[in-house]
């Protein structure tokens, strides 16, 4: 399975964007997937997660209300909604798929619980 993140770009704040995550290759079922950021010298940090089915999702509280992940099974999609986006959400945004493909949840939030990583997609917000 390959993931390709897109939907990136530069915004003002207090403006939105819908990210995608789009699956190939082997994806004859769907699995749990998480949304990650990094900006510029700071770490790789969990913004969101959903469950295979979509039925579970989970956020940080620095997005919690703001954020919104989601999934279209039938197109191998996941995606993250980001509204009142602020400077400091500026980063590049990964999607990614744990090692534990059939965990039924949600709340996996730390990078070292991925083991497939989309290849990033630039995220803007001027002042």
């Known amino acids: 399975v390959q993931l390709q993140a897109s939907g990136g770009g530069l915004v003002q704040a207090g403006g939105s964007l819908r990210l995608s995550c789009a699956a190939s290759g082997r994806t004859s079922r769907s699995y749990p997937t998480g949304w990650f950021r990094q900006a510029p010298g700071k770490g790789r940090e969990f913004v969101a997660g959903?469950?295979?089915?979509?039925?579970?999702?989970s956020y940080p509280d620095s997005v919690n209300g703001r954020f919104t992940i989601s999934r279209d099974n039938a197109k191998n999609t996941v995606y993250l909604q980001m509204n009142s986006l602020k400077p400091e959400d500026t980063a590049v945004y990964y999607c990614?798929?744990?090692?534990?493909?059939?965990?039924?949840?949600?709340?996996?939030?730390?990078?070292?619980?991925?083991?497939?990583w989309g290849q990033g997609t630039q995220v803007t917000v001027s002042s």
């Open positions: 959903i469950s295979w089915s979509g039925s579970s999702t």
């Open positions: 990614a798929v744990p090692a534990s493909r059939y965990y039924n949840g949600a709340d996996l939030p730390r990078v070292y619980e991925y083991d497939l």
